[in-house]
């Protein structure tokens, strides 16, 4: 019995060694923003974010939000994508940790129109 506790003690010592940090986030989004010629846009939506860190300075993020409501009577719908390496600077001791998110993003906007009343 000794034995098994100590193999599994020495084993598991490199697992807590390499351990990394993952966070998630998720969250109501609203957005008001203007279409030009007066026409205003109000939007609710959501959105859920992700990170992994492989070490304090290294970690891969994706971010996925989509809108939803109507503009001039027509339903619209917008979702976002963005993934990509995250390189944060200074120590986990820091005040202000500043990043850089160099991530690929892709927009996809869906309007129905023209609906016909039978």
Not at 39 to 55: C, E, K, P, S, T
Not at 107 to 114: A, S, Y
Request: aromatic residues 16%; glycine residues 10%; proline residues 3%.
């Amino acid at each position: 019995m000794i034995r098994l506790v100590l193999f599994t003690m020495i084993f598991s010592l490199p697992i807590f060694a390499q351990s990394h940090e993952i966070s998630m986030t998720a969250g109501y989004n609203y957005q008001n923003s203007d279409q030009g010629n007066g026409v205003r846009a109000n939007l609710n939506g959501w959105f859920a974010a992700g990170q992994y860190g492989f070490n304090n300075t290294v970690s891969i993020a994706a971010e996925i939000d989509s809108y939803y409501g109507v503009i001039q009577g027509q339903s619209a719908t917008q979702q976002n994508f963005i993934v990509g390496p995250q390189f944060t600077f200074r120590g986990d001791e820091a005040k202000l940790r500043p990043f850089l998110f160099p991530g690929w993003r892709s927009t996809f906007i869906f309007i129905r129109c023209c609906r016909s009343r039978l």
